[in-house]
């Protein structure tokens, strides 16, 4: 397969490389995209790959490529991603995909030929699958906390684009704590209602920088769910708690194995394979070959925007929000600070 990389920052380099490197036996990068000529070139040079293009368009039509790593700041990743769906190309986009679920179905829409994947790195280690797969045995699923409590500082904010509705989309929420509330919606499946609160307590941001709600599931389970950027010591932290035992994962960025704990004699994950982009595209490339839909594409891809829009649509309005709710013509389908709203 022919892979192309647009957008060459720091995420393209540190996950995205690393990972087409672990499946050169099937896929090779062959063109690199960023409006920043001089940082293309260095890109490309650094890690031997032969185009580097400062369009989409022209590297679209000249290098034909079977997928598309998009590692663009968020706000242009609706319109780039329907542009390589458009030439056929698969297309793997860096979270947060887009910046409202009305753009999230506008990818979707062009979907023909290519198909569209959200990368979501954490639902692919060997502990998350264990945990699913497990999950039957350990009985009635009760309570969940899902904790994302980073630290970023107020450099982190001068990127232009960061901390900015029209640009970001959202703070912590949107950006920081989507993968550990994607990992527990793939553990504990589709939600009812959320109320929630957010607030910009110290950063010098548009979007907020704490966010806290608590969950109601399908299947009656509740979760207190924490987003933050204030916080010294960082941790990510999940908790599941069912009838008849008690699951935890304590990590940062990614686990392994031995991040995990559980009460339960039944925890043994077969293997240890951390959570990484190297993971989830090894899936990629399996479904590519398969002609099948991609992981994490179509409703699992939606599945953690559609909680960070509730999310966002309460705390907005002092109400509780229902997931059934948020359907075209919401306030916050179209814009995650729900302008317009009142």
């Not at 990629?284 to 999310?311: C, F, K, Q, S, W």
Request: net charge negative.
């Amino acid at each position: 397969m022919r892979a192309a990389v647009v957008g060459t920052g720091g995420i393209a380099g540190i996950c995205h490389l690393p990972a087409l490197r672990s499946q050169a036996h099937r896929v090779r990068p062959v063109a690199a995209v960023d409006v920043d000529e001089a940082r293309v070139k260095a890109f490309c040079a650094e890690h031997s790959v032969e185009g580097a293009y400062t369009s989409l368009e022209e590297m679209l039509e000249a290098e034909r490529p079977d997928l598309v790593h998009l590692c663009t700041p968020p706000h242009l990743h609706a319109a780039q991603a329907v542009a390589c769906l458009e030439a056929g190309a698969w297309v793997w986009i860096e979270k947060p995909a887009c910046l409202s679920l009305a753009e999230h179905d506008l990818i979707t829409a062009a979907e023909g030929a290519g198909r569209a994947s959200v990368v979501s790195q954490h639902r692919f280690g060997s502990g998350a699958r264990h945990l699913r797969a497990l999950a039957p045995e350990l009985g009635r699923p009760l309570v969940a906390l899902c904790v994302t409590t980073w630290y970023r500082d107020d450099a982190y904010y001068e990127v232009p684009w960061r901390g900015r509705w029209e640009t970001e989309g959202g703070g912590p929420t949107m950006g920081h704590g989507i993968h550990q509330m994607d990992l527990m919606l793939s553990v504990l499946g589709d939600w009812t209602e959320i109320r929630a609160m957010t607030g910009t307590l110290e950063r010098r941001i548009e979007t907020e920088d704490v966010s806290m709600a608590t969950v109601r599931f399908d299947s009656g389970a509740m979760a207190s769910v924490v987003n933050s950027v204030l916080s010294r010591r960082e941790e990510s932290y999940l908790r599941f708690d069912y009838t008849e035992a008690t699951v935890e994962l304590r990590h940062l960025y990614g686990y392994r194995n031995a991040d995990w704990s559980s009460t339960s004699a039944l925890w043994n994950p077969p293997e240890d394979l951390p959570s990484s982009h190297e993971a989830q595209l090894a899936e990629l490339l399996d479904a590519y070959e398969r002609g099948g839909p991609p992981p994490m594409g179509g409703a699992d891809g939606r599945r953690a925007l559609e909680l960070i829009t509730g999310l966002y649509a309460s705390a907005a309005t002092g109400r509780p929000v229902l997931r059934a709710d948020l359907v075209p013509g919401h306030p916050f389908y179209d814009r995650l600070d729900g302008r317009g709203w009142s």
